[in-house]
């Protein structure tokens, strides 16, 4: 209880430290001399303290998770035991406390690193707007309920009172004559934070604890000791300073201040007795969970009840990347922020050329950031879920590529301006959009407003007003800012020649801006339908609505990025434009024509030609108008895709003509060769993406037509079905399914992970490594009691003694256990995951075989499985195989029925399809081996299946002490076992019993698998891209 | 104002109106079972899955139909040809994207082309167990 006191001290605080660091970084630009340095001075504190804060908050949280605190919601709700350290991490983002924690410890990261480094020209303003964000960003985790009922209005009130004074006190001296005195500006900014780590505690209805004393039973009696010495400490505050600032010989203003101590403690005494919860700002990560869910029945049977084990964490985010994906994203947000800071320093100071310099190598770093942030994010999908590709084109996912695609247009533009000083109004419109948009990804993914967009889940945590109000403040306030000095903003109208390396990368600055607009407006769809009260849905054909449009800007890209590096680095040399461009036109087209021929070769058809085809079919039967916009789009849509594929091989071979001629000619270093590497790696994405996705293929077609039952025509079976060790041919392999991967003996590391009064769950590694989880019975695996009976792994533990709920549970005996039964056990996976083994073996080269483990995750949670992909990886593709279905574990248990039968000899019977027939029945007892019985008969059976006829001999056993006994025999099969189970002495007719088999191809999966051509060249590119980043913040920061 | 720079403006606004307009033919619109019968395009349907007992997978034929009650209480057999998405049990809310395409066998029938599911979100998490003897 008192972790989650700390983690709350420590948010109030983040949130009063950021408050006071903004408000002492402004006055510190201000004020100047010494005044300027004092207030300095306290902001870098401020600032400090609020690093500091978050993390306190980051720790505390962790700690909480690690040690399994599930009377914490956050933690019920995103952990669980079964959970490993590293995964824990991943906790911090499931919930959106969490995620906005992130974000504002990479303020704090960026923030710190600005403080270090930035000098005192742009510090101040630079750091107020970081600090400005970290208040709201902090304000998000406050939970901070406001009243209810007129006590709680006095309470407010008075609390509110020395908040006011020392706020007035703080106006006064700074904007009187004399200047401040920045002691007493120190004081009374330090009562306007103490104030409000106050008002945050109290007014809280939830704190880890209810006020109302008569709940005893959920008061804590150390946490209400902190926050005694806190109020004391509070109110002694004020007169503490108050005492050394009459020493210093500073006016203290004494009597008020001593009223703000009095009246804080006043109000925290007295509002603490009513928890209240009209509107609440924020949403704490450290709320209890009996107090975010009072009406749950555990609760009301048990107030003081604390569940064995979290909810756990959404499986899909239990995958590495989403390890380093979410913490990379966030970085690339927060850093957004940074140039952001800039440009309001610079138009606050009015220094409208210089802030570009300074703000440039963040800018590239926000963007290659959130590029590689992006991506991640596409590869966990690729890795993870199985929707076949990396991109989705979900509200999510557009929500964080507009502002990487705004941002790099701003970086282009920002790049002109420092070769021909133009477009400086444009590059500071740009900045502050890449920032104002990363606001509205917030704001869109974090208020529930995306509805039936998305695929993804959103809950509105009552923060949707907070978001609304974060995005408005900064877009009214910088476009006041930026309208009143409009006019003072020099802007050059200096036309650019049209062959210049300018003017081509202002035509691609565009080309990104056209795209963002594209992406943004179909996002933003539920926005204006809740504006507009319209109920519009999105295209029916999503990804081909945004294909048909992007790959135009990405023919525009390639085009252009070739055209502008080379002009770039070969501006006033004697080659002329068409010539120098010449040979890698040359180049281009003859590669490009390669590529197509070979397309042709192997029949490999684009995505979307069969849509250009549907398009041309509709234009036969519309309109003239309708028919003229069909052919319009046919011709686009047919066109895209090769020219993409020529442009962007352009883009490739451009580029690297430059690089290669700066190696030549030893005129360059490295480090200036960013820009091109960075081209050279899009331009391999462009093509990447343009392969992996458009010339994919599923290839787990199915190749039996008449299994195709009521399909419409236009539909294909993706999906095949395979049946345990019965091969089946797809498209160049033949696939067998080998059945589930089983858990291999010794097991080793057991470990119980849960565990109640009847059961107990068990984790473990087995040979392989794999860690496997089951559930076992708890009473038959308890220690005994010293002498009760030597623990001996053979002894029978099952039967009479009565449970021991207190005992321990023994984990030799488990082990022992475990490692005799593993092979009837069948153990799935930790979180209730199976393994699904399929061997592909080529059809050209039988003996190039791999067996791949798509898994499939029996999720209670989510109610159905989920399906994790596997891949085999290739130089020029990737074969990328899920598992489509499975049955169920009711399912793979085998059903039987059985059958009597009276038959005498030559007698038939019918049994499912197949006839039986009693042949003969021959006398075994003379044998030798039999001698010990007194009959022994053996029945020839026969079973005929078609055109098939097996036969099997069950026999009869009696024995000297006239006991019965049999040996079954099988029909494999058929699925069919016999029992021979006796003689009738009368009539001679013999007694037999069936056993049939009702499923016997129960081990089953249906499974797709994709072929995704070139998907390496994506990856590669975006590696390429990356290192080229580096190498431009490298130079900007170095040069 | 610089020729170039009203070339440069009207090619955006050329641009935006394209988008717009083109956006604008393809958006659809959150439609029922009757409307979409009637315009024979492809709708988004918002509804809820109904009658669960009778939704069945054929793994051969890769085909899922089940039954979706719209917003105007209209209910329907959809067919779906994919496995059953995941988190479907847990779907409070389906949107279907699909229209009516006729079978092999002759017959009309709503086809999903793609699912949305909707599900209580971790947060709307209630169920506090206060004893989970299965674990």
């Not at chain 1, 019920?76 to 504002?104: A, K, R």
């Not at chain 1, 005492?243 to 203290?252: F, N, P, T």
């Not at chain 1, 791949?852 to 994790?868: K, Q, R, V």
């Not at chain 1, 797709?1008 to 891209?1025: C, D």
Request: glycine share 8%; with cysteine; hydrophobic share 50%.
């Amino acid at each position: 209880m008192t972790g989650g006191f700390a983690g709350e001290m420590f948010v109030a605080l983040a949130f009063a430290a950021a408050l006071v660091a903004m408000v002492s970084f402004v006055f510190a630009e201000k004020e100047t001399g010494t005044e300027a340095k004092k207030w300095e001075r306290l902001g870098l504190g401020a600032f400090g303290a609020h690093i500091f804060s978050i993390l306190g908050v980051i720790v505390t949280l962790f700690l909480l998770i690690y040690h399994h605190r599930y009377e914490y919601h956050y933690v019920w709700s995103h952990s669980s035991n079964e959970l490993p350290v590293y995964y824990m991490i991943s906790c911090f983002w499931e919930g959106q406390e969490g995620s906005f924690l992130l974000w504002c410890f990479w303020h704090c990261v960026l923030g710190g690193i600005l403080m270090w480094r930035l000098d005192t020209e742009w510090r101040n303003l630079v750091m107020a707007t970081i600090a400005s964000v970290e208040l709201i960003l902090s304000s998000m985790i406050l939970g901070v309920y406001a009243g209810q009922g007129w006590v709680y209005g006095i309470y407010i009130l008075l609390a509110a009172l020395p908040l006011a004074y020392a706020g007035y006190q703080l106006w006064k001296q700074t904007s009187s004559p004399q200047g401040t005195s920045p002691l007493n500006g120190a004081f009374h900014l330090g009562t306007v934070m103490m104030g409000l780590i106050v008002l945050a505690m109290i007014v809280r209805g939830q704190m880890g604890f209810y006020f109302d004393w008569s709940i005893t039973s959920s008061f804590d009696s150390f946490s209400h000791a902190i926050f005694t010495l806190l109020l004391i400490g509070t109110a002694g505050y004020a007169s503490l300073f108050g005492v050394s600032l009459r020493q210093s010989g500073e006016q203290a203003p004494q009597p008020a201040d001593i009223f703000a101590g009095l009246s804080m403690l006043a109000i925290a005494l007295g509002a603490a007795m009513f928890p209240a919860d009209l509107w609440k700002v924020g949403s704490t990560p450290f709320v209890m969970l009996r107090d975010a869910l009072p009406d749950a029945e555990a609760f009301q049977q048990n107030p003081d009840f604390i569940p064995s084990n979290g909810t756990g964490l959404n499986p899909l985010l239990q995958n590495y990347w989403m390890v380093i994906h979410p913490p990379t994203l966030f970085l690339g947000f927060a850093s957004t922020t940074v140039p952001f800071a800039f440009v309001v320093a610079g138009l606050v100071k009015r220094k409208y050329k210089e802030w570009i310099r300074p703000a440039t190598p963040w800018t590239i770093f926000s963007v290659m950031i959130l590029g590689v942030g992006i991506i991640m994010g596409g590869y966990w999908a690729y890795e993870t879920l199985n929707f076949g590709g990396y991109w989705n084109w979900d509200p999510v996912e557009n929500g964080s590529l507009v502002p990487w695609l705004v941002g790099v247009a701003s970086l282009h533009i920002m790049v002109i301006y420092q070769k021909a000083r133009t477009h400086l109004r444009l590059s500071m419109i740009l900045v502050i959009l890449t920032f104002l948009l990363v606001l509205y990804a917030t704001f869109l993914t974090r208020s529930g407003i995306l509805g039936d967009t998305s695929v993804h889940t959103f809950t509105d945590l009552g923060l949707s007003g907070q978001l609304l109000v974060l995005c408005l403040v900064y877009a009214i306030g910088i476009v006041v800012l930026m309208a009143l000095r409009w006019k003072e903003i020099p802007a050059k109208v200096d036309e650019a020649k049209v062959w210049s390396a300018e003017f081509f990368l202002f035509l691609g600055v565009l080309v990104f801006l056209f795209s963002s607009a594209v992406v943004l407006l179909s996002t933003s769809l539920p926005v204006f339908n809740k504006i507009f009260g319209s109920n519009v849905a999105p295209p029916p054909e999503l990804q081909y609505f945004y294909y048909k449009w992007n790959v135009w800007f990405a023919v525009g890209f390639g085009v252009l990025s070739g055209m502008a590096q080379f002009l770039w680095w070969k501006k006033g040399r004697d080659k002329s434009v068409v010539d120098a461009l010449f040979r890698p036109f040359v180049v281009a087209m003859v590669a490009g024509s390669a590529v197509l021929v070979a397309l042709f070769y192997y029949e490999m058809e684009f995505a979307y030609h069969s849509k250009a085809q549907t398009l041309l079919e509709q234009a036969g039967e519309a309109g003239f108008a309708q028919a003229l916009f069909k052919y319009i789009e046919f011709a686009f849509v047919v066109l895209a895709d090769e020219l993409l594929l020529f442009s962007a091989i352009f883009s490739f071979v451009a580029n690297l003509d430059v690089l290669i001629s700066m190696v030549a000619t030893k005129k360059v270093k490295l480090m200036m060769m960013g820009g091109s590497l960075a081209h050279i790696g899009f331009a391999l994405m462009l093509l990447g993406m343009l392969f992996s996705s458009g010339y994919d293929e599923v290839i787990s077609k199915n190749l039996t037509p008449d299994q195709l039952n009521g399909f419409p025509e236009q539909e294909k079976a993706d999906n095949v079905l395979l049946v345990k060790d019965k091969p089946r041919y797809i498209k160049g392999y033949e696939v067998t399914y080998l059945g589930r991967k089983e858990a291999q003996k010794p097991v080793k590391d057991i470990q119980v992970i849960e565990e109640n009064a009847s059961a107990f769950k068990v984790s473990f590694r087995d040979s392989t490594g794999d860690v496997f989880a089951m559930v076992l019975p708890r009473d038959v695996f308890l220690k005994k009691e010293e002498g009760e009976s030597v623990i001996h792994p053979t002894s029978d533990r099952s039967g009479s003694m009565s449970p021991d709920l207190d005992g321990e549970i023994d984990m030799e005996y488990t082990e022992w256990f475990l490692n005799t039964n593993l092979k009837y056990l069948r153990p799935k996976h930790i979180n209730n995951r199976v393994l699904y083994g399929l061997q592909f073996r080529a059809l050209t080269d039988s003996s190039h075989k791999f067996v791949l483990y798509p898994e499939a995750e029996d999720n209670e949670t989510m109610g159905s499985i989920i399906a994790h992909p596997s891949r085999k990886v290739y130089l020029d593709r990737d074969i990328y195989v899920h598992v489509s279905w499975t049955p169920n574990d009711e399912e793979m248990e085998p059903k039987y029925r059985y059958h009597d039968l009276n038959l005498k000899v030559g007698d038939t019977a019918h049994i499912g399809q197949n006839t039986l027939i009693l042949g003969t029945v021959y006398d075994l007892s003379q044998r030798e081996e039999m001698k010990k019985f007194e009959i022994a008969a053996a029945a020839r059976m026969f079973a005929t299946a078609g055109s098939d006829t097996f036969y099997a001999d069950p026999i009869y056993l009696v024995s000297k002490e006239g006991k019965p006994g049999m040996i079954e025999a099988n029909i494999e099969p058929l699925h069919m076992s016999m029992a021979f189970v006796g003689i009738n002495p009368k009539d001679g007719s013999m007694q037999f019993q069936i056993q049939e088999l009702l499923n016997p191809d129960q081990d089953m999966v249906v499974f797709k698998a994709i072929s995704k051509p070139w998907i390496n060249v994506l990856w590669l590119g975006t590696f390429i891209l990356t290192f080229g980043f580096l190498l431009a913040i490298y130079r900007r920061v170095k040069g | 104002m610089k020729p170039s720079r009203i070339i440069l403006l009207v090619a955006a606004a050329i641009f935006l109106v394209a988008l717009g307009v083109n956006f604008a033919s393809n958006t659809s619109s959150y439609a029922d079972f009757v409307t979409a019968k009637e315009s024979g395009k492809r709708v988004h349907i918002a509804g809820e899955w109904v009658n669960r007992d009778q939704a069945s997978y054929d793994p051969e034929a890769d085909l899922f139909k089940f039954y979706v009650q719209d917003s105007l209480n209209n209910i329907e057999l959809v067919h779906f040809f994919d496995p059953k998405p995941n988190n479907f049990d847990q779907a409070e809310k389906v949107v279907l994207i699909g229209g009516y395409d006729k079978l092999s066998s002759g017959n009309m029938a709503f086809v999903a082309d793609k699912i949305i599911t909707k599900c209580p979100s971790k947060y709307e998490e209630t169920e506090v167990k206060l004893e989970q003897t299965a674990l």
